[in-house]
């Protein structure tokens, strides 16, 4: 089955201990982001990878790291989380060439709820 | 003002009635436009896409008035099923980033 898949699902964590949330897919695609999704702010984008290797800052990514070092993984990490990114967050993947990006549709992983007391 | 806007209701609807509402949009520049929804507590799906001419699909009408700056979703018939948040997409040309509005949430009651 085609599909984004996030682990952990749910996670409460402690301000400044270091988390990761993995996000993988099965669909061999190039493009990948992460969202977090707050009340009356809706989906922000932290930052997105285009390919292997090739990650940009989307328009929320202060206080978060990724990394894409495998097509189909595009790992979250927050070295110090911080009360403020208590959040809903998704991994979000599409495929195509990237200049074909605005036609794709963006297939979503189910969501990872994040704590940080 | 917000790069989009979405009124976030909600929108109380009878089954069976159709209901509209639209999403504006303040960069002229932008590209390329859709509607998602969104189950609760769930990830956003792709309800459709929107053209320049319109489009249709079954009871779902999606259009795209580029001079008002505005896209607009119609449902027709409505059926319990279309309970959701409807999260209006857009992305500008040349950026690889889409922008998401807040969603309208729509209940369509018995």
């Known amino acids: 089955e085609a599909q984004v898949t996030q682990n952990p699902r749910y996670l409460i964590t402690v301000t400044g201990k270091k988390l990761t949330v993995t996000c993988s897919q099965n669909?061999?695609?190039?493009?990948m982001s992460w969202y977090r999704q707050d009340p009356g702010l809706g989906l922000r984008q932290i930052y997105y990878?285009?390919?292997?290797?090739?990650?940009d800052k989307g328009d929320v990514p202060e206080g978060y790291k990724v990394s894409r070092k495998e097509k189909r993984n595009f790992p979250l990490i927050l070295e110090s989380p911080s009360p403020n990114q208590t959040s809903l967050y998704f991994c979000?993947?599409?495929?195509?060439?990237?200049?074909?990006?605005?036609?794709?549709?963006?297939?979503f992983g189910p969501g990872t709820r994040l704590t940080v007391l | 003002r917000k790069e989009v806007e979405q009124d976030p209701g909600p929108f109380n609807v009878p089954e069976g009635a159709t209901v509209a509402f639209n999403c504006t949009y303040s960069?002229?520049?932008?590209?390329?436009f859709f509607w998602y929804r969104q189950d609760c507590r769930k990830e956003p799906k792709l309800l459709m896409s929107?053209?320049?001419s319109g489009n249709e699909d079954g009871r779902f009408t999606a259009q795209l008035n580029r001079a008002s700056q505005y896209i607009s979703l119609l449902i027709r018939d409505s059926k319990l099923s279309d309970s959701a948040t409807y999260l209006c997409?857009?992305?500008?040309?040349?950026?690889?980033?889409?922008?998401f509005g807040t969603g309208t949430r729509l209940t369509i009651i018995p």
């Open positions: 979000a993947s599409s495929g195509g060439q990237v200049t074909h990006l605005i036609y794709n549709e963006q297939f």
């Open positions: 990878s285009m390919n292997v290797e090739v990650t």
């Open positions: 929107v053209y320049s």
């Open positions: 960069n002229s520049a932008s590209q390329s």
């Open positions: 669909m061999n695609h190039e493009y």
């Open positions: 997409v857009l992305t500008n040309f040349g950026n690889e980033k889409l922008t």
